[in-house]
């Protein structure tokens, strides 16, 4: 059997747990979704909505190596190699934390309001430049997705990139002392999960929890720009790190001198001490220039060659439901911007601020389609309502939203209605009626709002003509 990630018995001995057979197959990793299981993965039977259990049988099926089990899980006859432990999300955990030891890599924690994933996977295209770099390819940042990206990390890596996130107090903690990173990020303190917080002061303080895993002597990065930069450099002090900070602001230490965004990226010049850099990003929308600038103090907080690294960023292309942009066929070009991942206040108004860059010579109408945004409290109504400018500003000709709260916002516009739905499945009819050649429609909301699925629609109704924008 050819080499793998794990040996077993060391794969034992990380977990805690007691081996029943061996593996056919070398360990390639490790998964959580026995949907997507890959031959050599290793499934790990968490208990979430669904016992993990229960899918053990249709792992083992797909090619998974083993998995990982409680330890009175009643195994089928024949079931395979199983790891018995008392907790399999423990173990996870256990196994991550043994990953951590045995790598000689430098680790970069990334947490945030809004920005993490982009700035997460700018990180890796430019440390991927300098040496082995691992990162995880979704947004695995939670309780179960760090943990699992620490176990697939290669021991011989270079670098590696860790996205962090949290909906409530003391969450990222754990997280960040699995971690133990060399340089900590945050990228913005914004009025995200608000149901569960009783003000912004208290989601820095959650974000600032980043710090407590950060190695002695350890760097952390922090948005200059935010009003609640002196909390976060107080608890930055307290562990005793060093800090550099980015944004526009004139004490920002990488400081966006100049910045010309257009519909295919922005050309960026930033100054950091003496020096100035100029470098271009592939993905349009000055929300990326600002994480962009974070990334330049985390490589300096490396001490790694930005001149190589930095390159990486002209290639970008922003994933599906992050900016993704295609071009479509509709007895003429259309242009689909794909932001459908998620939403919040910030994240929407650097979405429409996106929009506002396509050229009308090109697109001569901009449409926005938009559903809730959710986990805002009793502030919600209000900061759908306060979207108002921000469409305006982007030059929106015509919005399309869905949800009670996006309601809101639909009736506070005078102008530019298009139509609203309860849902995103009754809005999908109104939007393939309304788009046309010329258009440029961008769709956003929040997960639960499912936004997805009429992207999915646009896709099968147009055929794309190419990826990645005009």
Known sequence: MSEGLWHWDELIQAAGGRGEGTPARAITGFSLDSRTVQPGEVFVAIRDVRDGHDFVPAALAA??????????????????????????????????RAARARTHARILAVTGSVGKTGTKEMLRACLSRLGKTHAAERSFNNQWGVPLTLADMPPDSDYGVFEIGMNHTGEITPLTVLVCPHVALITAVEPVHLAHFRSLVD????????????????????????AHYELLREHANAVGASIASFGYQQGADVRA???D?????????????????CYRLGVPGEHYVGN?????????????????????LAALAAPPGRGRRTLLDADGPMLLIDESYNANPASMRAALSALAVTPRASFPRRIAVLGDMLELGPTAPELHRA????????????????????????DELATGRGGWAKTSQELIPLLLSSARAGDAVMIKGSLGTRMAPIVEAMLARFAARQAGGE
Do not use: W
Request: proline share 6%; hydrophobic share 55%; charged share 15%.
């Open 63 to 96: 090619g998974a190596a083993a998995a990982v089990v409680s330890e009175n899980f009643a195994a089928p006859s024949g079931a395979g190699a199983l790891l018995r432990v008392a907790d399999p999300l423990a173990a996870l955990c256990a196994i991550g």
């Open 387 to 410: 979207l108002k400018p921000a469409i305006e500003a982007a030059g929106v000709d015509l919005v399309l939203g869905c949800g009670p709260l996006m309601r809101f916002l639909y």
């Open 292 to 312: 962009s600038l974070a990334v330049i103090a985390a490589l300096d907080a490396l001490n790694v060659d930005r001149a190589r690294a930095l390159p990486a």
């Open 261 to 277: 965004t257009g519909a295919n990226g922005s050309d960026v010049i930033a100054q950091h001490g003496s020096e100035r850099i």
């Open 203 to 226: 989601i820095a303080r959650a974000k600032a929890e980043i710090f407590t895993g950060l190695i002695p002597g350890g760097a952390a990065i922090l948005p200059r720009d935010s």
């Open 257 to 259: 001198l100049r910045v």
